[in-house]
Each structure stands twice: as structure tokens, then as C-alpha cells.
């Protein structure tokens, strides 16, 4: 199976001997069979060739990079929390740069930490908010 740069590649070569989107589909399927790109995906290299993007490479792409996986972004938010356990989300999201959707996420779903529902005595006139992430812990399988 071919990568993507590769298969832009033969594009590109056919594209530059003159070949049309149509004609560069159906010399890719011959050789690549099923593993071949589709046709729509032929006519949309090409047609970047024509207009002078030769790079084989995607362009950037706009908005907030994706940190799905980014192990160091994990640990950030989880010595930020350990660091202070009275922190609110606005704070997390603050010292890291995350969103409140990917702050949460890390929170839930890699950090497996959930929300301890304790009843404290508070001073009068203290009211437990709800950001509030003091009650955050490690999952029980974990040894303090």
C-alpha cells in the first residue's frame, strides 16, 4: 500500500507530463489496483498542482492544534491539579492553554479523576462552587 506522499507523487509526475485528472486515475488503478486513491481525491491534487501548490505535504490547518495523545499535556494538567486540589477549571485552563472541553476530558477520560461528593462544615456564608476541583482525586488503585 502506498502512502499519501507517495501517491501525491505519481500525481504530481502525471500531472506534469500532461495527463488529465481522469487519465491519472485510471493509470494509478491499474497499477494500484483497490489500494488506489479515488477519483475525487485525484481531482483535488491535481487541481492544487494547477494552481501552482506543488508541495506533497497538507497545508497547516487553522484553529487550536489537536493534543489528543500528547502525553506532556496529560502530566501538565495533573501536576497543576496535585499541585493544588482548590483550583477551579478557568485556573487549569489558564495555566495550561487548554480549552474547558479538552481540560475536562483530560480530567475525565486520561486522568480517570472524579469529583469526591463529601459534606463539609463551611463558615457561614461559604458556598462550595461548582468549578471548584478541591475534591479531585487519583483513581483508588493508586497509592498516595
Not at 507530463?17 to 479515488?38: C, F, T, W
Not at 506533497?56 to 502525553?71: F, N, Q, V, W, Y
Request: one cysteine or more; glycine letters at 6%; a positive charge.
Amino acid at each position: 500500500m502506498m502512502n499519501k506522499i507517495e501517491a501525491r507523487s505519481v500525481i504530481k509526475f502525471l500531472h506534469l507530463k500532461g495527463n488529465n485528472a481522469r487519465q491519472i486515475h485510471d493509470e494509478m488503478k491499474a497499477v494500484y489496483g483497490d489500494e488506489s486513491l479515488s477519483y475525487d481525491t485525484v481531482v483535488k491534487w491535481k487541481r492544487n498542482f494547477q494552481n501552482g501548490h506543488m508541495s506533497l505535504t497538507d497545508e497547516p490547518r487553522a484553529g487550536r492544534p489537536s493534543i489528543k495523545d500528547d502525553l506532556a499535556m496529560v502530566k501538565k494538567v495533573e501536576a497543576v491539579i496535585l499541585d493544588d486540589r482548590r483550583l477551579t477549571m478557568e485556573r487549569v485552563m489558564a495555566e495550561t492553554g487548554l480549552s474547558y472541553g479538552t481540560a475536562w476530558r483530560i480530567i475525565h477520560e486520561e486522568l480517570h479523576m472524579n469529583k469526591r461528593r463529601t459534606c463539609l462544615a463551611h463558615p457561614v456564608g461559604h458556598s462550595n462552587h461548582h468549578g471548584d476541583l478541591a475534591s479531585y482525586l487519583l483513581p483508588s488503585h493508586i497509592i498516595h
